[in-house]
């Protein structure tokens, strides 16, 4: 972590144990018998126990801050199964606000502001407002109409003073932008005088496949990223340098091993974030364990570089011996992403089910023992127009099987030991294998 950074998270952190056990009964009641002025940095934090959404949903107010005002809620998307609702605060909004106005000020670039198109289906509350240098129009796609004025509002020229004439950065959801670049690929739509010089991407993990396809399209290498978490104010940024994410400083993430849930500071592990005072202020989160999954990989980068592999649940999981993730969630669709004729999950009605549907794939994945060799199935759900022959679905399935394995060092090592086997199979979304298809955060079942 860079020397600056450094510092804020120490400055933040004890402060941050402080507020919360002072105002919360929550974490008044879990630090019974510590001393919270001794957490001054982060390897202090190990003396604290974790924290998960379960635990603060059912503390309900007790995790909330005492003598402050609330002015919003937010939420949680439910992909695990269940909403978190949680508080915030005017005085963290008024902070926050101060804060990014302090920090353009003193690095605002000169000439005139950038035009930012956001775009975003709202369904996590009332957004906490940050300041920005970018001058921001926002728009979202949920039908044909909405994608059309969003095209509209790309070819627009916008005559005023201080501010550029066309839009020039994208952000919001991944699925978003994956729509609108969709839909304008179907209509064969033209953007005279458009250069988008920044993409930022958010929601959803984001593949090397559509990566490229996002930049051949917009003709835009500059794309970012952006892990981020309703639970949390801030989140952490792709490296075009190292190719994995580094933290704000706002945020301090620490890996946890998947079984025994100690720290680790090398290899694969789930995620941990605390929240830092007074980035948050009424419902502070420490220690707060996410359902994702990360990689602490060396790099030449300053600050530490994590490398997503998927939720809890989109990855195989070495849960009877190693606690090695075997395939990841990421490995997963870097590999399915590269095929066209896989069924999608659809993200509006503009996706559907086609080959340029936005949501993940369908796709369930078994694993069972026979005679102490773990054998892995993975179903896959291909489109019936796709019209293999025998021999080319078997070198289609061949094929991901391969390049699975490729991207999937301890499960190629037991394969090649002998000690575990994997086969693809490509079947129809009526098959008996998905079935049992959890659109949330389940892909492995184990018999």
Not at 84 to 108: C, D, H, K, M, V
Not at 409 to 432: C, I, K, N, W, Y
Request: glycine residues 6%.
């Amino acid at each position: 972590m860079p020397c600056a950074e450094a510092e804020l998270v120490l400055r933040l952190l004890s402060k941050t144990v402080i507020h919360a056990y002072e105002s919360t009964a929550l974490y008044h009641e879990l630090y019974k018998g510590l001393d919270p002025e001794r957490v001054i940095s982060p390897s202090d934090l190990e003396r604290l126990p974790f924290v998960d959404k379960h635990l603060i949903k059912e503390a309900g107010a007790r995790a909330v801050a005492s003598g402050l005002n609330c002015v919003a809620i937010q939420n949680t998307s439910g992909t695990s199964g269940e909403l978190l609702f949680l508080q915030r605060s005017q005085e963290e909004f008024s902070f926050i606000q101060a804060f990014y106005q302090e920090l353009i000020r003193r690095i605002a670039p000169t000439g005139p502001r950038a035009i930012l198109l956001l775009l975003d289906v709202p369904g996590h509350g009332t957004p906490t407002p940050v300041p920005t240098t970018n001058f921001v129009l926002q728009s979202s796609i949920v039908s044909k109409f909405g994608a059309a004025r969003t095209e509209q509002i790309l070819k627009n020229r916008y005559d005023m003073e201080g501010i550029e004439p066309h839009v020039s950065s994208l952000a919001g959801s991944l699925s978003q932008i994956i729509i609108l670049t969709n839909y304008l690929e179907s209509e064969n739509s033209l953007l005279p005088g458009l250069e988008i010089k920044r993409i930022s991407v958010t929601s959803d993990y984001m593949s090397p496949a559509i990566r490229r396809r996002l930049a051949r399209y917009w003709r835009c290498d500059n794309i970012v990223d952006r892990y981020s978490l309703s639970e949390m104010f801030g989140g952490a940024s792709s490296c075009t340098q190292c190719g994995g994410f580094h933290f704000d400083p706002i945020l301090v993430p620490e890996l946890v091993t998947l079984g025994s849930l100690k720290v680790t500071r090398s290899g694969s592990g789930r995620l941990a974030l605390t929240s830092l005072y007074p980035f948050v202020q009424m419902q502070p989160l420490i220690r707060y364990l996410t359902d994702d999954v990360f990689e602490l990989r060396p790099s030449p980068c300053v600050a530490s570089s994590y490398f997503y592999l998927g939720r809890v649940g989109h990855c195989l999981i070495d849960t009877f011996g190693s606690q090695d993730v075997l395939i990841s969630g990421s490995a997963l669709y870097d590999t399915l992403d590269e095929y066209p004729f896989v069924v999608r999950q659809p993200a509006s009605e503009l996706a559907g089910q086609g080959r340029t549907s936005t949501g993940k794939p369908f796709v369930r994945g078994s694993q069972s023992f026979k005679d102490g060799r773990r054998l892995v199935v993975l179903a896959v759900a291909v489109h019936p127009d796709a019209l293999f022959s025998a021999h080319e679905k078997r070198k289609h399935e061949e094929g991901v099987r391969t390049t699975l394995l490729r991207r999937s060092p301890h499960m190629r090592a037991l394969v090649s030991g002998g000690e575990a086997s994997l086969a693809v199979e490509f079947v129809t979304m009526d098959d008996q294998a998905l079935k049992t298809f959890d659109r949330q955060a389940v892909i492995w079942t184990s018999a």
